[in-house]
């Protein structure tokens, strides 16, 4: 190997690309090439580490307790921790014949004095995962990922007390150059817009002597000024509103208007929630499908984390999807059902459309069957619209997903006593519901009535909790990836990581009786009960975040639903291979955590 390509190389392991060019060079002047032969004990309990090792050829085996913790090959690095803290808790053996790199401890410890050095090596596994994730991410990576409120410009905010009269109040607000007046009164605050002076003064004739209060509209949608601007886009998307009033410390500070966000953002999401709320007929929802995917595209490109892009695509397909509602059950029906989405859809967590899962509640004492055309027809259009048919027919489509609350009942009680694996599946997938349409108080009575019937039956939740161990982690001993011949050498991410995470989560949602839908949400409330620590969670979310991002590369490339789950790691960058790697140690972590939680090896 050259000179060039020995720098090369050390370039390429992070954090040693951000040393200056002159500390490189000193530092390949200091760097020895070694080889070690099959089985040399490099570094225990016993033997202190003498170096940085940094692999060209060969590979090295970490264990601890004798049991295999990782393996390391070309272009991976060991062991900093042994050299800062003088002590390994396991050994590092030579697994295949070793040239490496070394870099002697003294001008290792030299090395980290420089603080990005420093602050990369000294971080516990969540802080140099998201490390990591943030570095992978640089060259897309731009203000839009961590832009706060606090860095747009804020308008100045009109507020006035209840008894103020609305020609003071308009005064005021031509004074500040305010686009809207806020209303303060004993407790709380209201909102005057230009559509209440509208309705209210120009057209129902109010006089402007009488007090603003009289005008004013309940429920002002606030965000704090050390906030995302992305939360602030969501607020807007979901509320249908032009604006949000901006609070620090529990005091209006000012307006963040929609034109200064979107001029800000530039991506059109709002655009296309005012298109879909504009829509009449289907052909006017077909024309926007392209741009929900131009949209997931240009997020992820300016280095979005794929949460937040769910979160912003979930709002608008679920907007899509009550609007069909509106376009096939007439108004007077509405009252008597529910609409409701499961899956990924039911979590907020669908980028790209996958098979839709959909059921519709109606009220008891209704007839059914009143329903039946309505919903073949909105099954037709979500197709028109490319929402794939699902192939286990779970869809309003289908009579068994059409049914009254006492019908749902029913069918609870049959999926928590067979116990079936079909009956397990069909469960799991409501767990997961989400009203999109008609009256949210059914799926209510029915999520309710699902928790109470899981209370305090952990024998009947373990049966549900087995399936994470349907799928083996595609994760070999070796810290390896075991790839599926019959599928072009690839992992399905879904199946050897995704499922476990995403299921096991749910089920410990349905032992403490937790309502949230969302993974990540389910995770923090899981650790808010102290169900698991606040490490562990986040050692989670960012393993969920990870494998979600992949995935949604994965799905963009797709030619098909079919191939979208699957991805070939020899086509990641180092350091998605080795973020993705961090990834499913976690799952098989969660996986030991739920064999001990509900006793999983006693379960037949």
């Known amino acids: 190997m050259s000179i060039l390509d020995q720098r090369k190389l050390i370039e390429s392991i992070h954090p040693f690309e951000l040393l200056s060019t002159t500390t490189?060079?000193?530092?390949?002047?200091?760097?020895?090439?070694?080889?070690?032969?099959?089985?040399?004990?490099?570094?225990?309990?016993?033997?202190p580490s003498i170096a940085f090792y940094i692999i060209i050829k060969g590979s090295v085996t970490e264990l601890i307790d004798e049991e295999i913790h990782n393996v390391y090959s070309h272009g991976d690095t060991f062991d900093a921790d042994a050299l800062i803290y003088g002590k390994c808790e396991g050994k590092f053996v030579v697994d295949e014949d070793l040239i490496c790199y070394e870099i002697k401890k003294d001008d290792f410890l030299e090395l980290m004095q420089n603080k990005n050095v420093q602050s990369y090596f000294l971080q516990d596994f969540v802080t140099r995962h998201q490390h990591l994730k943030n570095y992978d991410m640089q060259s897309d990576l731009s203000g839009f990922l961590i832009a706060k409120v606090?860095?747009?410009?804020?308008?100045?905010?009109?507020?006035?007390?209840?008894?103020?009269?609305?020609?003071?109040?308009?005064?005021?607000?031509?004074?500040?150059k305010a686009h809207v007046i806020i209303v303060k009164d004993a407790n709380d605050y209201s909102i005057v817009t230009d559509s209440d002076l509208r309705r209210h003064v120009l057209i129902g004739g109010v006089d402007t002597k009488d007090k603003i209060s009289k005008i004013a509209t309940k429920g002002l949608i606030s965000i704090d000024i050390e906030d995302f601007l992305f939360n602030a886009l969501l607020k807007m998307t979901q509320s249908e509103i032009k604006r949000v009033v901006v609070m620090q410390n529990s005091e209006i500070v000012g307006v963040l208007e929609q034109l200064d966000l979107l001029s800000y953002f530039a991506n059109h999401s709002h655009l296309v929630a005012v298109q879909i709320d504009k829509a009449v007929t289907i052909d006017d929802l077909k024309i926007l499908q392209d741009d929900l995917r131009n949209l997931i595209i240009t997020l992820r490109v300016k280095g979005v984390k794929v949460r937040y892009i769910t979160k912003l695509v979930s709002t608008l397909n679920l907007k899509v999807y009550k609007k069909v509602f509106d376009m096939c059950v007439d108004a007077p029906l509405q009252?008597?059902?529910?609409?409701?989405?499961m899956g990924s859809e039911g979590r907020d967590e669908q980028t790209?459309?996958?098979?839709?899962?959909?059921?519709?509640?109606?009220?008891?004492?209704?007839?059914?069957?009143?329903?039946?055309?309505?919903m073949m027809k909105l099954n037709s259009y979500l197709l028109e619209l490319g929402f794939p048919k699902c192939l286990g027919n779970v869809m309003v489509s289908n009579k068994f997903w059409r049914r009254n609350v006492a019908g749902y009942k029913?069918?609870?009680?049959?999926?928590?006593?067979?116990?079936?694996?079909?009956?397990?599946?069909?469960?799991?997938?409501f767990v997961d519901a989400k009203c999109v349409g008609g009256d949210a108080e059914l799926l209510s009575e029915l999520t309710a009535y699902l928790h109470h019937h899981?209370?305090?039956?952990d024998d009947v939740l373990a049966h549900v909790a087995k399936a994470v161990l349907n799928f083996d982690t595609p994760l070999s001993l070796f810290s390896g990836f075991v790839l599926e011949k019959e599928h072009q050498n690839k992992l399905d991410l879904?199946?050897?990581?995704?499922?476990?995470?995403?299921?096991?989560?749910?089920?410990?949602?349905?032992?403490?009786?937790?309502?949230q839908t969302n993974t990540i949400e389910r995770i923090k409330a899981l650790n808010n009960k102290g169900v698991i620590d606040k490490?562990?969670?986040?050692?989670?979310?960012?393993?969920?975040?990870?494998?979600?991002?992949?995935?949604?590369?994965?799905?963009?490339?797709?030619?098909?639903?079919?191939?979208?789950?699957?991805?070939?790691?020899?086509?990641?960058?180092?350091?998605?291979?080795?973020?993705?790697?961090?990834?499913?140690?976690?799952?098989?972590?969660?996986?030991?955590?739920?064999?001990?939680?509900?006793?999983l090896n006693m379960v037949a």
């Open 335 to 341: 009252k008597d059902c529910a609409l409701i989405v």
């Open 535 to 599: 490490n562990f969670a986040t050692e989670l979310i960012e393993s969920f975040d990870t494998l979600s991002a992949i995935r949604l590369k994965a799905m963009l490339e797709a030619k098909t639903i079919d191939e979208s789950n699957y991805i070939n790691p020899r086509n990641l960058e180092k350091i998605q291979r080795d973020l993705l790697k961090d990834s499913f140690k976690i799952i098989n972590k969660f996986k030991k955590f739920m064999i001990f939680h509900f006793h």
């Open 494 to 515: 879904k199946k050897g990581g995704i499922f476990a995470l995403v299921h096991g989560i749910r089920t410990l949602c349905l032992q403490y009786e937790i309502t």
């Open 454 to 457: 899981f209370h305090q039956r």
């Open 24 to 47: 490189l060079d000193n530092l390949m002047k200091k760097i020895d090439i070694a080889y070690y032969p099959k089985d040399t004990l490099l570094i225990s309990k016993n033997i």
């Open 150 to 176: 606090s860095d747009i410009f804020i308008h100045k905010a009109c507020v006035v007390e209840e008894n103020v009269s609305i020609h003071a109040a308009l005064k005021k607000q031509e004074e500040l």
């Open 352 to 374: 790209i459309k996958s098979d839709q899962d959909n059921a519709l509640i109606i009220r008891d004492g209704l007839d059914v069957e009143i329903f039946t055309e309505s």
């Open 410 to 429: 029913e069918l609870i009680n049959e999926w928590t006593t067979s116990m079936s694996d079909t009956d397990v599946q069909n469960l799991s997938i």
